[in-house]
């Protein structure tokens, strides 16, 4: 997969989705200020006014291999991050990782999301993960959705007030690639399919330990 990807959106507009870098330090902390505070508690499951030092560290040194992290940019303002997305990997079951989104107000509904769902899905392939799983809450039906777009048959499981969503992932490792190329070619036509979606019923569970660790 080439570093920075051009991503055309729903709307007309065009994002870059690359790696995120250490140097993109001062930008997520100034994307993430910005960010309403709705987004970051869907994002965090809590009040989330600042991200400390450590936290802006662990977040934008990554080792591209157990933890993956990609940034959307707008074209005409590269300093502005307009979307995170990220995996970390499961130390226990090196095939499962924990997925987490965060994507700007006014850059949702647009296919941004889904564009980063699919990149992030052909990354974790790439790498062995086969199955991508998060914590959200119930009402936040559009990271299942986004979970939907990452692979094959979905799993909710209710914990309360929060979701637990698994989602296995196909063999692919282009599918990005093919999105963009839909995208060019019928513009707005790109729309998330039907995917099988399977409930459990509620059960007592320890979060898992990278839960909440795994920030914008």
Known sequence: MVDVVLIPLHDGRRVLLRD???EDAPLLVRAHSITSDEALQARFLSAKPRLSSGEVHYLTHVDRLDHVALVAVEVDRPE???AVGRWIRDRGRPDAAEAAFIVADDYQGVGLGSALAIALADRAVARGVRVLQGSMYTDNRGSVALFARMGGELTVV???????VRTTLPSATDRLERLVVRRRLRPGHDRPRRDRLRRVPRRR???????GAVAA
Do not use: K, S, W
Request: charged share 20%.
């Open 20 to 22: 995120i870098e250490p």
């Open 80 to 82: 502005a991050i307009v």
């Open 158 to 164: 209710n914990e309360g007030i929060t979701n637990e």
């Open 205 to 211: 569970r320890q979060p898992h330990p990278q839960v």
